[in-house]
T-cell receptor, first 114, second 118 residues
Framework: DAKTTQPNSMESNEEEPVHLPCNHS???????IHWYRQLPSQGPEYVIH???SNVNNRMASLAIAEDRKSSTLILHRATLRDAAVYYC???????????????FGKGTKLSVKP | NAGVMQNPRHLVRRRGQEARLRCSPM?????VYWYRQLPEEGLKFMVY????????ESGMPKERFSAEFPKEGPSILRIQQVVRGDSAAYFC????????????????FGPGTRLTVT
């Protein structure tokens, strides 16, 4: 079982920011929070990861709550190409398999309206 | 730098036949993972391999499925005597390292092989 909880679906308007939430109340101190996304008919792609501090990269930002029981993936300006299923995944500690396989939940299906 | 390559992209097999799915990891990557996505379901881990070694096969069905990653050539996922329930998208991923957050931990996925069993 995935140890994260995400809304099944979200909608956004093009060029507006999107905040995708993830709850992981049983996270351990050594678990990293990773985000991947899967565009329609494609394989997943890595988006971002973090441990405690907020993280930014060219694709998105990751805001991690102080108690680390939740996090939010932020797309600053959604485009039509961002329509995908977004997966919040914990790695390390008790999760992630023996040495790094990803455990995917159901994710959040993001729809972007023009 | 070519990404992860998978072939064939689409494969149709009759019940009882064998299916061979190939995956060429990104250049320089020695860690390969196979995942399966059944229709309307999430991705499930199947097996993790390094060159010539199976590291974790905890997600592999006990029968009919096998995987290898030889010293030379692509990784192969082999399904013997396919059944309709094997119809799914099979994704291969590769990474430079396997640590949960070490540099190079990101998994790069191929476009998948969509297997249809008739």
């Amino acid at each position: 079982d995935a140890k994260t909880t995400q809304p099944n679906s979200m909608e956004s308007n093009e060029e507006e920011p999107v905040h995708l939430p993830c709850n992981h109340s049983t996270i351990s101190g050594t678990d990293y929070i990773h985000w991947y996304r899967q565009l329609p008919s494609q394989g997943p792609e890595y988006v971002i990861h973090g441990l405690t501090s907020n993280v930014n990269n060219r694709m998105a930002s990751l805001a991690i709550a102080e108690d680390r029981k939740s996090s939010t993936l932020i797309l600053h300006r959604a485009t039509l190409r961002d329509a995908a299923v977004y997966y919040c995944i914990l790695r390390g500690g008790n999760y992630g398999g023996s040495q790094g396989n990803l455990i995917f939940g159901k994710g959040t299906k993001l729809s972007v309206k023009p | 730098n070519a990404g992860v390559m998978q072939n064939p992209r689409h494969l149709v097999r009759r019940r009882g036949q064998e299916a061979r799915l190939r995956c060429s990891p990104m250049k320089g990557h020695s860690h390969v993972y196979w995942y399966r996505q059944l229709p309307e379901e999430g991705l499930k881990f199947m097996v993790y391999l390094q060159k010539e070694n199976i590291i974790d096969e905890s997600g592999m069905p006990k029968e009919r499925f096998s995987a290898e990653f030889p010293k030379e050539g692509p990784s192969i996922l082999r399904i013997q005597q396919v059944v309709r329930g094997d119809s799914a998208a099979y994704f291969c991923a590769s990474s430079l390292n396997s640590g949960r957050a070490a540099p190079g931990h990101e998994q790069y996925f191929g476009p998948g092989t969509r297997l249809t069993v008739t």
